[in-house]
């Protein structure tokens, strides 16, 4: 077990991961495809390249991801040409996956935290949220 409180955490982000991708590829979703919804669902305006940035791939794997969404008839596209805002948006079978997710998520949730006690898990949670600082936080400091 690694001592480095950075290893560590790294350690458990990992393992937490594979346990969240092995809950949601039971509905049927995986962790990037989750993290598409729930941008779409928050701004569909997003081009393919907005959501490969906030998703950290690039653009031609961010367009394969929203072609899986779309044969799952989880979003829709209303292309407007080359260089445009793609557009997207859930459909209600989108909406649907998308509170499934929401749902498996607070499930894993409710688990990491019987695994640690209730007090631990509020206590990690406060540290996390200053040790991994949002976008406005990021823009702050830049």
Not at 56 to 83: C, D, F, H, K, P
Not at 112 to 125: I, M, N, P, Q, T
């Amino acid at each position: 077990m690694p001592s480095s409180t950075v290893m560590l955490m790294i350690a458990a982000g990992r393992q937490l991961q594979r346990e969240l991708e092995s809950d949601l590829s039971a509905i049927g979703l995986s962790l990037r495809q989750l993290g598409a919804l729930g941008h779409i669902a928050g701004n569909p305006e997003l081009s393919y390249s907005d959501l490969a940035r906030r998703a950290g791939i690039t653009t031609q794997s961010m367009r394969a991801t929203i072609l899986m969404l779309q044969e799952q008839g989880a979003v829709r596209s209303n292309l407007s040409g080359q260089g445009r805002r793609a557009n997207l948006e859930l459909t209600e079978a989108g909406e649907q996956l998308l509170n499934e997710a929401r749902r498996v998520i607070a499930l894993r949730d409710r688990a990491f935290a019987e695994r640690l006690g209730a007090e631990e898990e509020k206590v990690l949670s406060a540290v996390l949220r200053r040790a991994a600082p949002g976008p406005a936080d990021t823009a702050r400091r830049s």
